[in-house]
């Protein structure tokens, strides 16, 4: 009764019965290896997928909350010369400014970008999406603004601009203060 469960063992010349009908007779299937199927040595480092790195304006914020008196004391642990304090001065406004056009670019990129899909998404009669696009395009221009407003700021060295550079200053004075400390103020006569 279940005989057409059963398969030819030498290269499938049997044929089955099934329902009155014989079948063709088909050839045996190939040994598959274990190799191709189980992989046996170590394991292999992968490239990793490029990631999208987004620059957005936390970015920017984190930059500028970081506790760059604790750099400017340890800078001054270092290399207590003033010219020294200038160039990390002029490094630091440098950094910012990378910053902040790599922040403006991530903006200016995700509205155009946004303006797109703002386009596309009307041709289709999209009504709600469009307007939730316009919001996205509103939120980002506006960081737009105010990211151009820090960079002014920065090339006036006002704003968020002159604290960092004020708490950079106080860590590297309070650094050559904690050498001439150590080196002079602690001695005996």
């Known amino acids: 009764m279940l005989s057409f469960f059963k398969r030819a063992d030498n290269d499938g010349a049997k044929t089955t019965h099934f329902n009155g009908h014989y079948q063709t007779p088909t ?7 274990e190799r191709v199927f189980v992989e046996t040595g ?5 490239a990793q997928a490029p990631t999208q790195i987004d620059h957005h304006i936390g970015v920017l914020y984190a930059f500028m909350d970081k506790n760059h ?16 304090l200038n160039q990390n001065l002029e490094a630091l406004k440098s950094e910012l400014v990378r910053t902040l056009n790599k922040v403006k670019t991530f903006y200016e990129d995700f509205v155009q970008e946004t303006e797109f899909h703002i ?7 999209m009504v709600d999406m469009v307007e939730e696009l316009e919001m996205k395009k509103k939120i980002a221009q506006g960081h ?9 700021d920065t090339a006036r060295e006002e704003g968020d601009c002159k604290g960092i550079l004020i708490s950079y ?16 103020l602690s001695r005996r006569f």
């Open 27 to 33: 050839p045996a299937l190939p040994k598959v290896e």
């Open 42 to 46: 170590a394991p292999k480092d992968q």
């Open 69 to 84: 008196e604790v750099k400017g004391y340890d800078d001054a642990l270092l290399n207590p010369d003033v010219s020294n």
């Open 119 to 125: 386009t596309s998404r009307s041709r289709s009669g």
């Open 144 to 152: 737009i603004d105010k990211v151009k407003a820090i960079e002014a």
């Open 169 to 184: 200053t106080r860590g590297f004075k309070n650094g050559l203060a904690a050498i001439s400390h150590h080196h002079i």
